[in-house]
């Protein structure tokens, strides 16, 4: 049995909104989301899983967990160069999310 697109859409932007929901894994999106904008490499955005942890007070497991977690939502892209991994933001992969909200504001 196959599950309506409608249904799967609403899936999908649960799974988006659960991504987003705790506290520290929406600043640490966001800190990707500012610093990933507009580069054409990984690398320029400065994203590796260790800078990000230095700018929060959580341990590197923790903030590769929240990675994790945003990049299986669909949220970021994590590509390994060498040691090192970092992360970009996935162009308009809020706009499943504005979209709703535009929607439910109507």
């Known amino acids: 049995m196959q599950v309506p697109s409608r249904e799967v859409s609403a899936v ?7 991504a987003l929901a705790d506290p520290n894994r929406l600043a ?8 990933g904008s507009g580069v054409h490499t990984v690398e ?6 260790s800078k990000i942890a230095r700018e929060f007070d959580l ?5 590769s967990h929240h990675l994790k977690e945003l990049r299986n939502a669909g949220l970021i ?3 390994k160069h060498g040691q090192t991994v970092y992360c970009t933001p996935v162009p ?14 109507e």
């Open 12 to 18: 999908d932007l649960a799974g988006l909104f659960r």
């Open 28 to 35: 640490i999106f966001e800190l990707v989301r500012e610093r």
């Open 44 to 49: 320029e955005a400065e994203n590796s899983i």
């Open 59 to 63: 341990s590197l497991s923790t903030v």
């Open 77 to 79: 892209h994590c590509e």
């Open 92 to 105: 308009g992969a809020l706009e499943a999310i504005a979209s709703f909200l535009g929607e439910a504001k």
